[in-house]
Nanobody, 118 residues
Framework: QVQLVESGGGSVQPGGSLRLSCAAS????????MGWYRQAPGKQRELVAT???????DCIDSVKGRFTISGDNAKNTVYLQMNSLRPEDTAIYYC????????????WGQGTQVTVSS
């Protein structure tokens, strides 16, 4: 069973920075992509950013220029550097991994809270 361990969440003031990490272990098959989603109170979970093992990255418009996703294939780890944080970035951030093992399968981390408040 794939295990995803997230770290790096916390509370910051507007304009601050945080770096999220997510390490995947017990992976059977090959990782196709890793990414971050978030869910704010009363809202649906939304994609924030993803990166494939070939290095192709994408993110939603609201975080472009502020958030950067990167990955370390050797460590099965994905990072999300979040700068210029805004109160509207407050949410639980979930790590996601898509694995190829005969078919594409998606797995989720337990989530880490990010709170941006003055």
């Amino acid at each position: 069973q794939v295990q995803l361990v997230e770290s790096g969440g916390g509370s910051v003031q507007p304009g601050g920075s945080l770096r999220l990490s997510c390490a995947a272990s017990r992976v059977i098959g090959s990782i196709y992509s890793m990414g971050w989603y978030r869910q704010a109170p009363g809202k649906q979970r939304e994609l924030v950013a993803t990166i494939t093992t070939s290095g192709s990255a994408d993110c939603i418009d609201s975080v472009k220029g502020r958030f950067t996703i990167s990955g370390d294939n050797a460590k099965n780890t994905v990072y999300l550097q979040m700068n210029s944080l805004r109160p509207e970035d407050t949410a639980i951030y979930y790590c996601n991994v898509v694995i190829w093992f005969g078919s594409l399968e998606s797995r989720w981390g337990q989530g880490t809270q990010v709170t941006v408040s003055s």
